[in-house]
């Protein structure tokens, strides 16, 4: 087992600095996961702990040994990737012992660890099977494999289930928990899907234009987003944020004036303060008297959840999250409530909780 220690970590190409100072750290057999929107910088961060890209600062540890100058061969990891990977011509077997026959292990126990992590992985079947002859999931199960005999210190997922249709991702996600928490690895997993973050990670790093947001167990973000992007970026559908200011009653958007019992002290002395105001699609319940008042304008019905979309008196757009069986019809107006401690407010101009 081990540990991965990030410490001020930066990547630049020439004058174009892409990681900014990123320091975090994945316990003895956790699960951290990467997540932020293409071109935050995640992947680079991800190359950099395997050894694919350089540091151009800061230092990158695994099991306390500073590794920035070790060949990646070196640094005892397994890198899964999304595009697999695996070597057309080869069956499922040779490609998962491969990199074993390269170090020149033992015969027998290369086939000890083949059969091994194909038989947590559901492929003792396929083993005389090309990749060509395989699924998209199952050649994801035969890259994991690969990884899984080397029987490494610490496994890299760069995006794995991209590539995979949106029932197969489902699935391979509970594979890929499964795996993990069997096999108590220590694992660093980068994703842009939020939902895939919030469903495998231990802990997870919220990355935005190349630093790091907020990390912490998924429900904590959830429920205490530090900064706008985090709230708009977990959650789905995403949390409404909108502009609204600091009232004597409360919180207000236009002419709208939401309570804020028991957070008095908040806006104590700042009426007229611009803030942003969050407000969770799940969070806002139907109710005949609530305070909320929107014109629905498009209803996505799921089945047991109504996601429902409407705008505010003022042209405020709005994201609920109804009941599937609640009776709605578009253009009408509904009433929607929602408990004060369920509304964020964040700085109007740094992004920052309040």
């Given at each position: 087992?081990?540990?991965?220690?990030?410490?001020?970590?930066?990547?630049?190409?020439?004058t174009?600095?892409?990681?900014?100072?990123?320091?975090?750290a994945?316990?003895?057999?956790?699960?951290?996961?990467v997540?932020?929107?293409?071109?935050?910088?995640k992947s680079?961060?991800?190359?950099?702990?395997?050894?694919?890209?350089?540091?151009?600062?800061?230092?990158?540890?695994?099991d306390?040994?500073?590794?920035?100058?070790?060949?990646?061969?070196?640094r005892?990891?397994?890198?899964?990737?999304q595009?697999?990977?695996?070597?057309?011509?080869?069956?499922?077997?040779?490609?998962?012992?491969?990199?074993?026959?390269?170090?020149?292990?033992?015969?027998?126990?290369i086939?000890?660890?083949?059969?091994?992590?194909?038989?947590?992985?559901?492929?003792?079947?396929?083993?005389e099977?090309k990749?060509?002859?395989?699924s998209?999931?199952?050649?994801?199960?035969?890259?994991?494999?690969?990884?899984?005999?080397?029987?490494?210190k610490?496994?890299?997922?760069?995006e794995?289930?991209?590539?995979?249709?949106?029932?197969?991702?489902?699935q391979?996600?509970?594979?890929?928990?499964?795996l993990?928490?069997?096999?108590?690895?220590?694992?660093?997993?980068?994703?842009?899907?939020?939902?895939?973050?919030?469903?495998?990670a231990d802990?997870?790093?919220?990355?935005?234009?190349?630093?790091?947001?907020?990390?912490?167990?998924p429900?904590?973000?959830?429920?205490?987003?530090?900064?706008?992007?985090?709230?708009?970026?977990?959650?789905?559908?995403a949390?409404?944020?909108v502009?609204?200011?600091?009232?004597?009653?409360?919180?207000?958007?236009?002419?709208?004036?939401?309570?804020l019992?028991?957070q008095?002290g908040?806006?104590?002395?700042?009426?007229?303060?611009?803030?942003?105001?969050?407000?969770?699609p799940?969070n806002?319940?139907?109710?005949?008297d609530?305070?909320?008042?929107?014109?629905?304008e498009?209803l996505?019905?799921?089945?047991?959840d109504?996601i429902?979309?409407?705008?505010?008196d003022?042209?405020?757009?709005?994201?609920?999250?109804?009941?599937?069986?609640?009776?709605?019809?578009?253009?009408?107006?509904?009433?929607?409530?929602?408990?004060?401690?369920?509304?964020?407010?964040?700085?109007?101009?740094?992004?920052?909780?309040l």
């Amino acid at each position: 087992m081990a540990t991965v220690t990030l410490d001020g970590v930066r990547k630049s190409y020439g004058t174009r600095e892409v990681v900014h100072g990123v320091s975090c750290a994945v316990g003895d057999g956790e699960l951290v996961v990467v997540v932020g929107p293409s071109g935050c910088g995640k992947s680079t961060l991800l190359r950099m702990v395997a050894g694919l890209e350089t540091v151009s600062a800061g230092t990158v540890a695994i099991d306390g040994r500073i590794v920035n100058g070790v060949e990646p061969k070196d640094r005892d990891i397994a890198m899964v990737f999304q595009n697999y990977a695996l070597y057309p011509h080869m069956s499922v077997y040779d490609n998962m012992a491969y990199g074993l026959k390269m170090r020149r292990m033992d015969r027998t126990l290369i086939k000890e660890r083949v059969d091994r992590a194909a038989g947590i992985l559901q492929l003792a079947e396929l083993l005389e099977r090309k990749p060509r002859q395989l699924s998209g999931g199952q050649r994801q199960r035969v890259a994991m494999g690969r990884a899984i005999v080397r029987d490494p210190k610490v496994f890299l997922f760069d995006e794995p289930l991209s590539n995979l249709d949106a029932k197969l991702r489902v699935q391979m996600r509970v594979d890929i928990k499964r795996l993990q928490q069997e096999l108590a690895t220590t694992s660093l997993y980068v994703t842009h899907d939020q939902v895939e973050a919030m469903t495998l990670a231990d802990r997870l790093v919220v990355m935005n234009a190349g630093t790091v947001d907020q990390i912490g167990p998924p429900l904590d973000l959830y429920e205490r987003p530090a900064t706008v992007f985090v709230a708009g970026f977990i959650g789905s559908p995403a949390m409404n944020l909108v502009a609204g200011r600091l009232d004597p009653g409360g919180v207000a958007i236009g002419a709208l004036v939401l309570a804020l019992d028991g957070q008095g002290g908040l806006i104590a002395g700042e009426p007229g303060r611009p803030v942003t105001i969050g407000l969770r699609p799940e969070n806002l319940h139907f109710a005949g008297d609530g305070p909320i008042r929107i014109r629905t304008e498009l209803l996505e019905r799921l089945g047991a959840d109504t996601i429902v979309h409407g705008r505010l008196d003022d042209g405020t757009a709005l994201t609920a999250r109804a009941p599937g069986a609640l009776a709605l019809r578009l253009g009408e107006t509904v009433r929607l409530g929602i408990a004060p401690e369920h509304i964020h407010l964040f700085d109007a101009d740094s992004g920052r909780r309040l």
